[in-house]
């Protein structure tokens, strides 16, 4: 399977080097937002704001998302723009590694970002204050932002990856792929309402358990898709 994963890497390599300036143009954007605008100016009031550092650990996500849902909004919606998943699920190539190879080029990508942003922020915080963090709360908060950072991203691109093989209105594809990302926040929210849970590290544990869980039931979805002949039409 790995073979057929590495197949699939390079075809992404391929369509990102045909336009690699814009996309490297919107991931400069996207990392000096991150990574240097929101901590400027979330430090030069710093008495203003008693969490800054939080803060700029929620802006780094909500730009990892966005770049996230960027990314992956036309999955294989490109496949059948151009006409070639038919000849690609005719291939001696295992269907679901299209699925895995294609998630884990879009994980990567995100990773990158988040690393990128993350720690020029870092950085800057760092250059002010002479500490990156303040105190251990806010190191820890970090972390677990990384973590579930990625475990939302890892959703919302495996949605739209199985939303854009099954469905073939772009459109409508993209509009379910964004109720699609609030599906764990809300359920997250349900449950932590449910159990009791304060609104915090353990409620962002819990939406990122989700988050991972239903990325799952997406991989095992894009199997049962690949083998429906809707997909293959």
């Given at each position: 399977m790995w073979a057929d994963v590495q197949v699939v890497f390079w075809r992404h390599y391929r369509a990102f080097a045909e336009s690699m300036k814009v996309q490297l143009a919107t991931v400069a954007a996207l990392v000096a937002i991150g990574g240097l605008t929101v901590p400027l100016v979330l430090l030069t009031g710093v008495s203003q704001f008693a969490s800054f550092s939080n803060m700029i650990d929620l802006a780094n996500?909500?730009?990892?998302?966005?770049?996230?849902?960027?990314?992956?909004?036309?999955?294989?919606?490109s496949e059948r723009v151009h006409h070639t998943l038919p000849a690609v699920l005719a291939s001696p190539l295992r269907p679901v590694s299209?699925?895995?190879g294609k998630w884990l080029w879009?994980?990567?990508?995100?990773?990158?970002?988040?690393l990128a942003?993350?720690?020029?922020?870092?950085?800057?915080?760092?250059?002010?204050?002479?500490?990156?963090?303040?105190?251990?709360?806010?190191?820890?908060?970090?972390?677990?932002?990384l973590g579930f950072t990625m475990g939302s991203a890892s959703w919302i691109i495996a949605a739209n990856s199985i939303l854009s093989l099954v469905i073939r209105d772009p459109k409508a594809a993209?509009?379910?792929?964004?109720?699609?990302?609030?599906?764990?926040f809300v359920l997250g929210l349900l449950i932590v309402r449910v159990a009791g849970l304060q609104l915090g590290l353990p409620a962002l544990g819990v939406v990122g358990g989700i988050c991972i869980g239903l990325a799952i039931m997406s991989?095992?979805?894009?199997i049962?898709?690949?083998?429906?002949?809707?997909?293959?039409?």
């Open positions: 996500f909500l730009i990892c998302v966005f770049f996230a849902g960027i990314i992956s909004s036309e999955s294989f919606y299209l699925f895995i879009f994980m990567m990508a995100v990773f990158f970002v988040l942003v993350t720690l020029l922020s870092r950085l800057v915080v760092l250059f002010h204050l002479q500490v990156a963090w303040q105190n251990a709360e806010e190191y820890w908060f970090t972390v677990v932002m993209q509009m379910l792929g964004s109720l699609a990302t609030l599906v764990p991989f095992l979805a894009a049962e898709a690949f083998r429906s002949e809707f997909v293959r039409l």
